[in-house]
């Protein structure tokens, strides 16, 4: 059974970080290109991050570039996501998601909130 598994998401205040984790299960991490994406409120869902099968290449939307950083630990199936300086605007859920050779998976979701 497919599992991604979002965590780490809270409430931080603005200038704050926060570092997202997505532990997958269910099929071959190291095959597949990962991301993270965001949907706040009332929003589309959007591009965030996202990283080749080896780690090697990275790509960013322009609105996080300098401040989020994506990475992946392929011994241990699990992606991150490290967000530094957090505005308010980058409140959202954000989403991990998996893809290779067609397949295509996505994660619930953890709750991310950037308030003072």
């Known amino acids: 059974q497919v599992q991604l598994v979002e965590s780490g998401g809270g409430l931080v205040q603005p200038g704050g970080s926060l570092r997202l984790s997505c532990a997958a299960s269910?099929?071959?991490?190291?095959?597949?290109?990962m991301s993270w994406y965001r949907q706040a409120p009332g929003k589309e869902r959007e591009l965030v991050a996202g990283?080749?099968?080896?780690?090697?290449?990275?790509n960013y939307a322009d609105s996080v570039k300098g401040r989020f950083t994506i990475s992946r630990d392929n011994a241990k199936n699990t992606l991150y996501l490290q967000m530094n300086s957090l505005k308010p605007e980058d409140t959202a859920v954000y989403y991990c998601?998996?893809?290779?050779?067609?397949?295509?998976?996505w994660g619930k979701g953890t709750l991310v909130t950037v308030s003072s």
């Open positions: 998601r998996a893809q290779y050779a067609g397949m295509d998976y």
């Open positions: 990283i080749g099968s080896a780690g090697g290449n990275t």
């Open positions: 269910g099929f071959t991490f190291r095959y597949y290109a």
